[in-house]
Every structure is written in C-alpha cells, then in structure tokens.
C-alpha cells in the first residue's frame, strides 16, 4: 500500500523557516518516486485549501502559488524516496495544515486541480506566530 507521510511542522517565529518532508513507502519496485508528480497543498481554519508548490515528475519542473514565491522551495530526493519544501521567511499568514499529495503522471503537476492526485498525506501543522 502506497502511503505519504509529512513531518518537519511546528511552531516558528515570523521570519523564521522549516523544512516539510513528504515521505513515501510501499512502492513496488518497479515505480519509483520520480515517476509522481508531487503538490503540497494547505489549509488553514475557515479557508479553503491552497495549492502552494508542486514538482512534476521526471525533470522535475516546478511551480509556486504566487504567495509563497521566493520564499518557499520544492525539492524531490529519488534516493530517499522523499519530497521537500523549504520554507523561508515565514509569515503568519502561512499558518496552516499542509499536505503533500501525489499523482502518477508525465504530465505538469497542478496547483489548481487538486481532484487530479491520487494519494494523500494526513498532515503536518505550521504554526508562524511571535
């Protein structure tokens, strides 16, 4: 069973960073991690989920809410199975549960349709707060 797992969340001052590790095991061994493309996706109380960054598969092209733009970085290690997103001069407002999801494709990954992922991490909760 194919399961992705966040961590790396927690409580931080503004202007401060963290690092969220997306996780993934029970792939069979002829798939590997690079072959999904990768969002991570969050939401706060009250809001709707966000699209924040996404990686696509294979050259790993990838993509930023215009929110998070220069400040937050997805990164994808194939060795260690895992997904990353830097997090860098946080704001408040970044408050939120975030998620990583994934979706077996060639194609781009999406911000927007977060219908198109198969798989869904339980969450890891960001705290930016003085």
């Known amino acids: 069973q194919v399961q992705f797992v966040e961590s790396g969340g927690g409580l931080v001052q503004p202007g401060g960073s963290l690092r969220l590790s997306c996780a993934v095991s029970?792939?069979?061994?002829?798939?590997?991690?690079?072959?999904?493309?990768i969002g991570w996706f969050r939401q706060a109380p009250g809001k709707e989920r966000e699209g924040v960054s996404c990686?696509?598969?294979?050259?790993?092209?990838?993509f930023y809410a215009d929110s998070v733009k220069g400040r937050f970085t997805v990164s994808r290690d194939n060795q260690k199975n895992a997904v990353y997103l830097q997090m860098d001069n946080l704001k408040p407002e970044d408050t939120a549960a975030y998620y990583c999801?994934?979706?077996?494709?060639?194609?781009?990954?999406?911000?927007?349709?977060?219908?198109?992922?198969?798989?869904w991490g339980q969450g890891t909760q960001v705290t930016v707060s003085s």
């Open positions: 990686i696509s598969s294979d050259r790993g092209k990838t």
């Open positions: 999801a994934a979706e077996y494709t060639y194609y781009d990954c999406s911000l927007d349709l977060a219908s198109r992922y198969d798989y």
């Open positions: 029970g792939l069979s061994p002829d798939i590997s991690l690079d072959e999904f493309a």
